[in-house]
């Protein structure tokens, strides 16, 4: 099974198991990121309203997906994520919001969510942006996805006190740029800010 990708921030082939999660590894990659990703921070930018549908893209172990379903009252958590094996650790992970129908994690990629138009509130990216094949088409599919005046957050390891894994994969000044500068061309606002260890854009459609 080919385990490479191609990403559109970095000029190699991606063969990372955190980045495409596959077999054994892909499985380990996903329990260690299921203990170490602290994702609190992210639900205060994203700012889930009771009763609000929320599309994670890239939702991996599925540990936001717990969070987003527990903490934030939305009706429904839906994600995507291209790995087979994140989709079944998500759906363990979070079995009781499973079988009731409010998480709904599904296979499928940023640019190819298989959602309608206007179909979620709120949509959430968690470091993998920097991954995905094509970033203009990522951000334009979120875009069509978000009903008027729904909110995209997007971010990515760094921050204003990153470990020193989050600060080895920090992005460099102009690769942050094109991600404001994509939001910019599709959203009415946008902003740009920093968790502890997460660099931070919201835009609001």
Do not use: C
Not at 16 to 25: D, E
Not at 79 to 85: K, L, R
Request: proline content about 6%; cysteine-free; glycine content about 12%.
């Amino acid at each position: 099974m080919d385990t490479t990708s191609h990403a559109w921030a970095v000029d190699r082939p991606v063969t990372s198991a955190f980045a495409h999660p596959s077999g054994l590894k892909g499985r380990l990659a996903g329990r260690f990121m299921l203990r170490t990703n602290n994702q609190w921070g992210v639900l205060g930018v994203l700012g889930v309203r009771p009763g609000d549908h929320v599309l994670e893209v890239g939702y991996g172990p599925g540990g936001l997906m717990r969070l987003l379903a527990d903490r934030t009252g939305a009706a429904v958590v839906r994600g995507v994520d291209p790995s087979p094996e994140m989709r079944a650790l998500a759906s363990r992970v979070n079995r009781a919001a499973v079988r009731a129908g409010r998480v709904v994690p599904k296979t499928g990629t940023a640019q190819d969510t298989g959602l309608d138009d206007r179909a979620v509130d709120r949509v959430v990216s968690v470091n993998n942006v920097a991954i995905w094949p094509d970033l203009e088409a990522g951000i334009e599919e979120s875009r069509r996805v978000l009903r008027p005046g729904g909110v995209l957050v997007v971010a990515w390891h760094g921050g204003t006190d990153p470990g020193r894994a989050a600060g080895r994969l920090r992005l460099p000044a102009d690769k942050l740029d094109r991600i404001e500068e994509a939001l910019e061309s599709r959203f009415p606002r946008v902003t740009r800010g920093a968790l502890r260890e997460l660099d931070v854009f919201r835009a609001v459609r």
